[in-house]
T-cell receptor, first 114, second 113 residues
């Protein structure tokens, strides 16, 4: 069964205190790993797609990396506006439909205090 | 603004009532999805539509039906609402090449009492 596990569940940082969020996955035939940001009361917002081990992508203070078993979202010198829930998802096949779906982790709630 | 529009944003139903959640996208995407999000459970796929005229079950389809009315619209129907269907429902769409991920709507918060 395809699974995505995110840790920690919640993380509190002081402004400027860098850290990393973890996403470990088990999926047969990974087609892509996605990171999303979700603000309270809103839908998830796409951040990154990673396809192969060793790949890295950056956006402002965020950098996502991928290995064969996990992905990390590194947050450098975070600001209070980075506070949100960060979701990881893997692209997996829906065997009966021939299509693909995203399987989501439960997310990491990040709070950055000023 | 281009994107995915969901209506209504909030709804309270009594057990046994029915309702339809509406979703429309204006990005000419082929695929559309319905997810539910519950505390501690993450996002779970209810139904999806890979293209106009096709629909298929996801992980948690029981108690729901869907209609892909045209390329733009994908509705989710609860025929007889149950308290277990209290959740936040998200519609999403994607092009065939999902490199840019799914585009999500802002959600419908449904409470069944």
């Amino acid at each position: 069964e395809d699974q995505v596990t995110q840790s920690p569940e919640a993380l509190r940082l002081q402004e400027g205190e860098s850290s990393s969020l973890n996403c470990s996955y088990t999926v047969s035939g990974l087609r892509g790993l996605f990171w999303y940001r979700q603000d309270p009361g809103k839908g998830p917002e796409f951040l990154f797609t990673l396809y192969s081990a060793g790949e890295e992508k950056e956006k402002e203070r965020l950098k996502a990396t991928l290995t064969k078993k996990e992905s990390f979202l590194h947050i450098t010198a975070p600001k209070p506006e980075d506070s949100a829930t960060y979701l990881c998802a893997v692209q997996a096949p829906i065997l009966q439909g021939g299509s693909e779906k995203l399987v989501f982790g439960k997310g990491t709630k990040l709070t950055v205090n000023p | 603004n281009a994107g995915v529009t969901q209506t209504p944003k909030f709804q309270v139903l009594k057990t046994g009532q029915s309702m339809t959640l509406q979703c429309a996208q204006d990005m000419n995407h082929n695929s559309m999805y319905w997810y539910r999000q519950d505390p501690g459970m993450g996002l779970r796929l209810i139904y999806y539509s890979a293209s106009e005229g096709t629909t298929d079950k996801g992980e948690v389809p029981n108690g729901y039906n869907v209609s892909r009315l045209n390329k733009r619209e994908f509705s989710l129907r609860l025929e007889s609402a149950a308290p277990s269907q209290t959740s936040v429902y998200f519609c999403a769409s994607s092009p065939e090449a999902v490199d840019y991920g799914y585009t999500f709507g802002s959600g419908t918060r449904l409470t069944v009492v």
